[in-house]
Structure formats: structure tokens, C-alpha cells
T-cell receptor, first 112, second 115 residues
């Protein structure tokens, strides 16, 4: 069965510093990978996806993610964090049968 | 486009009562998903539809839960009878295709409290 692991419940980073939110996955076949962001009292918002092609994927709000097949990872990154980036971030993987599994989420706290 | 619209935003009900949650997907999207979010379990897929047909309902907790999609622009999730452990935020999401190459668009959720 496919799975997604987000090893950090919370990540704290100072405003202006680079941020990384980690994600590893397990799936049969080629993975379809996604990142979503959830702000308080809101639904999840799509940030970016990896289907195929370049290992570095660019998404909304200056976020990017790096696909690493050998490490089965899909870490979310941003060169310079903003206070407004503080939110809950979810990694997700889709398998061949099109079922999407979400990780448990990582709370990002950007400190002014 | 107004996005995925869910109603009500909040629902407080007594144990044993019937609860109906509603969802209007984005026009043109042909897949619809119902998720439940709790602190303990995170995001759980309950059921999803493709072209109004239920494809996978293996996540529906038990027979007390049922979902319908009578047409492309409306879906309901019903809990009868409700129990306190059903308290959660219920999200509806839609996509073009079964998310094979597209992200989902989520509604703002319905926060259900069963007392």
C-alpha cells in the first residue's frame, strides 16, 4: 500500500531564511506527488505537483519541491520564508489506481 | 468561479440525529471527493465519485455514513444516526479527472460537532 511520511510535526524558521518541509513516500510504480497548504479554518490549497520531467518543480507563492527518486523524497522548499507562509503543509502521493494518500501534515511557523 | 462550495460551515447536533452535509463542485470537474479531518487521524478519504458514480467507498467508516451524487453539480454526505466520534471537519474536493495529473480544489469544509 502506498504511504506518505512527513517526519516533522512542526518546523520553525526565521523570516527571510530558507525553509524545507520534508516528505518521503512509498508507492508502486511511478509516483505522482503533490504539496498542499492549509490555512486556519480553510480547505487545502494545491501548491505544486510532480508527474514527470525535471526533478525541481516550481509552484505557487515561490515554493518549489525537489523530487529524489533514489531517496523516495519530495521535500518542499522556499529560498526566503515569509510570515504569511505560516500554515499547515501536506504532502500527497497518487498511485497507479488513482487513489491519493495525504501525509499527516507539517505545521510551518515563520518567526518574524 | 466560486470554487467548491460546502454547506453548512458549522453544524452542531445531538447524538442520534441525522446530519446532511452538502457540496457543490467546480463546474466542469468530473471527480468529487469527501474527506474527513481530525487531529487523531489526519485527512481520511471517505468516498470519491467519477462522473457521478461512486468509485471507491472503502473509507466510509460504517453503514451510518452514506453519500450520493445525483448530478454533476451536487453531492451529499449523510450520517444517520450521528455519534460524538463523528465530530470532525468534513471536506469536499473536486478535480478534473481523478487527480491523475491535476490537483484537487477543496471547499472550506463543514465543522461538525456531535454532542
Amino acid at each position: 500500500a502506498q504511504s506518505v511520511a512527513q517526519p516533522e510535526d512542526q518546523v520553525n524558521v526565521a523570516e527571510g531564511n530558507p525553509l524545507t518541509v520534508k516528505c518521503t513516500y512509498s508507492v508502486s510504480g511511478n509516483p505522482y506527488l503533490f504539496w498542499y497548504v492549509q490555512y486556519p479554518n480553510r480547505g487545502l490549497q494545491f501548491l505544486l505537483k510532480y508527474i514527470t520531467g525535471d526533478n525541481l518543480v516550481k509552484g505557487s507563492y515561490g515554493f518549489e519541491a525537489e523530487f529524489n527518486k533514489s531517496q523516495t523524497s519530495f521535500h518542499l522548499k522556499k529560498p526566503s520564508a515569509l510570515v504569511s507562509d505560516s500554515a499547515l503543509y501536506f504532502c500527497a502521493v497518487r498511485d497507479y489506481y488513482q487513489k491519493v494518500t495525504f501525509g499527516t501534515g507539517t505545521k510551518l511557523q515563520v518567526i518574524p | 468561479d466560486a470554487g467548491v462550495i460546502q454547506s453548512p460551515r458549522h453544524e452542531v447536533t445531538e447524538m442520534g440525529q441525522e446530519v446532511t452535509l452538502r457540496c457543490k463542485p467546480i463546474s466542469g470537474h468530473n471527480s468529487l471527493f469527501w474527506y474527513r479531518q481530525t487531529m487523531m487521524r489526519g485527512l481520511e478519504l471517505l468516498i470519491y465519485f467519477n462522473n457521478n458514480v461512486p468509485i471507491d467507498d472503502s473509507g466510509m467508516p460504517e453503514d451510518r455514513f452514506s453519500a450520493k451524487m445525483p448530478n454533476a453539480s451536487f453531492s451529499t454526505l449523510k450520517i444517520q444516526p450521528s455519534e460524538p466520534r463523528d465530530s470532525a471537519v468534513y471536506f469536499c474536493a473536486s478535480s478534473l479527472g481523478t487527480a491523475s495529473a491535476y490537483g484537487y480544489t477543496f471547499g472550506s469544509g463543514t465543522r461538525l460537532t456531535v454532542v
